[in-house]
């Protein structure tokens, strides 16, 4: 495949169209895509697996529509972002998602994290506090307690059997776009509650992880959070976590979720020292804000109006 067909896959499947405009910024080493909306405080939205931006595009258009500016953005290796060589510890992506802050010319934002990009959202609210002004998680547990679920609990190791695969060279990349990434359909029925995704909704998602180099750049990080839990630099990202998070935080879950159990979540508001909000949507699966994205939409920009969110 040339160049020119990968810039036009990418443009294709990527740069999809809708009420928002596209660009690249520059942030931490390389070129991050976003797409953004709006005009208000800064809300910046980040993606899970086996996703990219478009996942938050119900939240983009209701944000906007509440007085926000909206602006969701690929991770590193995904999407339309820069897939570099190394750098998928989730240090240094946090430190991309606070570099994209500081690029868009905000002195902070409202940080939303679903499923790897909570993780990420965790992590950059304890690294960098004076960039996040409130953080809202989905999906994803404190780093520290989905370190010590994946340790401990059985039920929880067994749930995040994907994440253990993916410590194989080579086949897990393989495995994702074999058949035109059908393994990525499978994924995202399996984990969703009752409500399953649009086939058409199934075939972006599809499309997206079968653009070069973008599948062997979505399973690095999850190469480093296991090989990494016996290493030093796990052991000192794991004690730098102990430092508490400082702003009020929105922690979302769906009861359904098969992959992050809803016990391994529900204990991260000890990590938090300040107004945490625990919200549990019964019904729903591992993706809340796609499956029921009226409700999440509201019970996100709800929070993110409240002056004084309470306990």
Not at 1 to 30: C, E, F, K
Not at 58 to 64: D, F, N, S, V, Y
Not at 91 to 104: E, F, H
Request: a positive charge.
């Amino acid at each position: 495949m040339t160049h020119a067909d990968h810039s036009g896959m990418r443009s294709s499947v990527i740069l999809r169209d809708g009420p928002w405009t596209h660009r690249d910024v520059a942030a931490n080493g390389a070129r991050f895509h976003i797409a953004e909306t709006g005009e208000g405080p800064l809300v910046l939205l980040v993606h899970g697996f086996p996703q990219f931006w478009w996942t938050w595009r119900h939240q983009l258009t209701a944000l906007a529509e509440a007085g926000f500016r909206a602006v969701a953005m690929d991770l590193r290796g995904i999407g339309g972002s820069d897939r570099t060589p190394r750098g998928y510890d989730p240090a240094n992506l946090a430190l991309d998602v606070t570099g994209v802050i500081r690029s868009l010319g905000e002195p902070d934002a409202a940080l939303v994290g679903h499923d790897l990009g909570g993780y990420l959202a965790w992590t950059a609210a304890v690294m960098r506090p004076k960039l996040v002004r409130r953080l809202a998680v989905s999906s994803m547990p404190h780093p520290r307690s989905w370190r010590a679920a994946l340790l401990r609990d059985p039920r929880q190791t067994a749930a995040s059997r994907y994440v253990w695969g993916f410590q194989r060279p080579w086949l897990p990349e393989r495995q994702l776009v074999a058949d035109e990434g059908a393994l990525v359909g499978r994924l995202l029925r399996q984990w969703s509650g009752p409500r399953q995704p649009e086939p058409a909704d199934v075939l972006v998602y599809r499309q997206a992880m079968c653009v070069p180099s973008t599948a062997n750049c979505a399973v690095e990080p999850y190469r480093w959070l296991v090989r990494s839990l016996v290493r030093p630099d796990g052991v000192q990202f794991n004690r730098r976590m102990k430092r508490p998070v400082l702003v009020p935080t929105l922690h979302l879950h769906g009861s359904l979720d098969p992959v992050v159990r809803t016990r391994s979540s529900a204990g991260s508001g000890e990590y938090v020292e300040a107004p945490y909000r625990w919200r549990l949507f019964d019904g729903l699966g591992h993706f809340p804000h796609e499956e029921d994205p009226a409700a999440f939409s509201t019970e996100l920009i709800d929070w993110l109006r409240d002056p004084e969110p309470d306990r």
